[in-house]
């Protein structure tokens, strides 16, 4: 296969591939590749406002409602987390296009929507109030922003992150990425990973965090079982910019 750089990518033919078998392609024209393109790199932005937010230390300042109401959970709430979940769900629907064997991935997606709201809802205004609660809440204040909320985010994140990737798996380009969308991507997968890296960089301890990063960017790689990443510009975004935080973090942190 010959793709818009003028490099030959080698493809992989399986005709009993279960993905392939059981859900034929539903290959992506040039209007959807435009906006598939425009949407990743839209959510590399935003997470990468969400992490510039969490590392900079004048978003601790609070609002004139309370003392315990800050610029930074305030962007977290009211503007990181729905701008991220509803540039999911557009890159979702491009995708799919109105397939009717769809119910799959907008399932998860919708599942693990639920799981992020849930957690950010939880850890947000903990992290604002934490100075203020005494010994009798600091068990409690332990488990619910600790424990609670970031196992049901480590849970949205995986699955939000292998859901788009299988509906991008079941939905290649139609086309190798031109030079100009492949530049594209792997720079949205630089800004998506600077992001991730900011959001971690004041974090005590991320080994969790880590492992859990491994772990989607394995399930990932998995998914797209050998197919030329020329056609999967999600792919490149998504495990590039995992991969440069990953190892920055583990450099940096560990």
């Known amino acids: 296969m010959q793709s818009g750089c003028g490099v030959t990518i080698p ?3 399986n005709p009993q591939s279960p993905i392939s078998a059981a859900t034929p392609s ?5 209007r959807s590749r435009h906006a598939l393109g425009f949407l990743l ?3 590399a932005m935003v997470v990468l406002l969400a992490g510039l937010n969490l590392a900079w230390e004048g978003t601790r300042a609070p609002l004139p409602v309370g003392e315990f109401v800050r610029w930074r959970e305030m962007f977290s709430l009211g503007f990181a987390t729905p701008a991220s979940v509803v540039l999911l769900f557009l890159t979702l629907w491009t995708l799919e296009r109105g397939r ?6 907008l399932t998860l997606v ?3 929507a639920c799981w992020l ?3 950010m809802g939880v850890h947000e205004p903990l992290s604002a109030v934490r100075p203020a609660a005494g010994p009798r809440l600091s068990e409690s204040f332990w488990f619910w922003r600790e424990i609670f909320s970031h196992a049901v985010f480590f849970a949205a994140y995986a699955t939000l992150s292998l ?4 509906s991008q798996v079941r939905n290649p380009l139609a086309q190798p990425m031109s030079c100009r969308a492949a530049v594209l991507s792997i720079g949205s997968g630089v800004l998506l990973g600077a992001g991730i890296f900011c959001s971690q960089l004041h974090a005590k301890d991320i080994r969790a965090d880590l492992v859990v990063m491994a772990l989607t960017l394995a399930g990932i790689e998995a998914l ?3 197919r030329p990443f020329a056609l999967l510009p999600l792919n490149v975004t998504l495990e590039l910019g995992y991969g440069l935080s990953l190892a920055a973090l583990a450099l940096v942190k560990l």
């Open 11 to 13: 493809t992989m033919s």
């Open 26 to 30: 539903n290959n992506l024209d040039a």
């Open 41 to 43: 790199a839209a959510q």
């Open 100 to 105: 009717r064997d769809a119910t799959g991935p």
């Open 110 to 112: 919708a599942l693990a």
């Open 117 to 119: 709201g849930i957690s």
């Open 163 to 166: 859901a788009v990737v299988w």
């Open 224 to 226: 797209r079982r050998g």
